[in-house]
């Protein structure tokens, strides 16, 4: 049966607080280093256009039952057509994103600066938790956990007895370094509120071919299936009101 343990004033005064006081800071000069960092670059008209077209292509397919079919077809098939279309990318022009990675300086060095203050501040202050806070238990969850949270929870204590809504020191850091956004946005602005997940799914998709996602983009567009909804939409507004009224 799991013990139920008294934790120490000292331990939130000493090792909560100030753990979560850290990371917030470190995440706050982490932003401000980076935008220091960070290099004005011109954007390529190519990449924008690109996006421009899948952007249009996207509002395509979800309005596609709110015009007429004849101009439904036109549209899909100024996207699609296999010899001009704006999606159809022949397979000589496809190019590759990791060459032009390497071709282009400015780029690789955007990405080495991204990946270092990213992976330095996080490698430091996780040996700064792991050195003074190891073992702790920090805080606990008021509400119960089954067992399947203890690994994620407990990281650092080896002791089965110990209730899984006991919080220890080191999950509490993993806690707050992918759990901070909602604060980052309060505090930086929301379009600037990007944590560390989000920074790991940016440096996992850096370099993919923009080729591919017009190809896949013109797939979807292709299998769009058209079905006009104002012939029935007094029905269903009539069926709506039903509704509210009843």
Not at 7 to 31: F, H, N
Request: glycine letters at 6%.
């Amino acid at each position: 049966m799991a013990e139920d343990l008294v934790l120490d004033t000292a331990i939130r005064d000493w090792v909560l607080i100030p753990l979560s006081v850290v990371m917030v800071l470190i995440g706050v000069l982490r932003y401000f280093v980076s935008k220091l960092m960070r290099s004005s670059q011109t954007p390529d008209v190519k990449i924008v256009k690109e996006g421009q077209m899948m952007l249009r292509a996207r509002n395509l397919r979800a309005g596609a039952n709110f015009i007429p079919a004849k101009a439904f077809r036109a549209r899909k098939i100024y996207f699609c057509n296999e010899e001009n279309g704006l999606l159809f990318v022949p397979k000589g022009q496809a190019q590759n994103p990791q060459a032009q990675m390497f071709s282009d300086p400015n780029m690789a060095m955007d990405m080495m600066k991204k990946n270092l203050s990213m992976i330095i501040p996080q490698t430091l202050t996780f040996a700064w938790v792991n050195f003074f806070f190891s073992g702790f238990v920090a805080a606990k969850i008021p509400f119960p956990l089954t067992q399947r949270f203890r690994s994620m929870l407990q990281n650092g204590i080896d002791l089965s007895t110990v209730d899984v809504s006991y919080v220890s020191s080191r999950s509490w850091y993993f806690l707050n370094l992918f759990g901070l956004r909602g604060l980052f946005s309060l505090i930086l602005g929301e379009e600037n509120a990007v944590d560390d997940t989000q920074r790991m799914m940016q440096m996992g998709g850096f370099g993919m071919d923009p080729s591919k996602g017009l190809s896949a983009e013109k797939d979807n567009l292709d299998i769009t299936q058209h079905d006009w909804a104002l012939p029935n939409f007094e029905q269903r507004a009539e069926a709506v009101l039903r509704k509210v009224i009843n």
